[in-house]
């Protein structure tokens, strides 16, 4: 069974940083694409971030610039980096397992719970 775990998650002022981390477990993590995305209050999940199994990564026009993703095949894990942060970056940021083998991204029904990340002005 496919089990994502989030954190790294926190409360921290405009222009700071925060490395949230994602570790997976129940399959051969490095077949696999993965994901960030997020959620803000009353807003719907939108895709910030992805990275393919070979390396290949792309962003939301929103972070570019700010955020970058990685991936650890030997722990396991998926981090996104995020330097200089805005309010707007508030939400809960989810990981995603993706679906192998598609050129695009196309999120399966793995789902960690979430790590919020809190952006004060």
């Known amino acids: 069974q496919v089990q994502l775990v989030e954190s790294g998650g926190g409360l921290v002022q405009a222009g700071g940083s925060l490395r949230l981390s994602c570790a997976a477990s129940?399959?051969?993590?490095?077949?696999?694409?993965m994901a960030w995305y997020r959620q803000a209050p009353g807003k719907q999940r939108e895709l910030v971030a992805h990275?393919?199994?070979?390396?290949?990564?792309n962003y939301a026009d929103s972070v570019k610039g700010r955020f970058t993703i990685s991936r650890d095949n030997a722990e396991n894990t998926v981090y996104l980096r995020m330097n200089s942060l805005k309010p707007e970056d508030t939400a809960v940021y989810y990981c995603n397992r993706g679906t192998y083998g598609r050129v695009t991204y196309v999120p399966t029904n793995y789902w960690g719970k979430g790590t919020l990340v809190t952006v004060s002005s």
């Open positions: 129940g399959s051969v993590f490095s077949l696999y694409p």
């Open positions: 990275i393919s199994s070979s390396g290949s990564t």
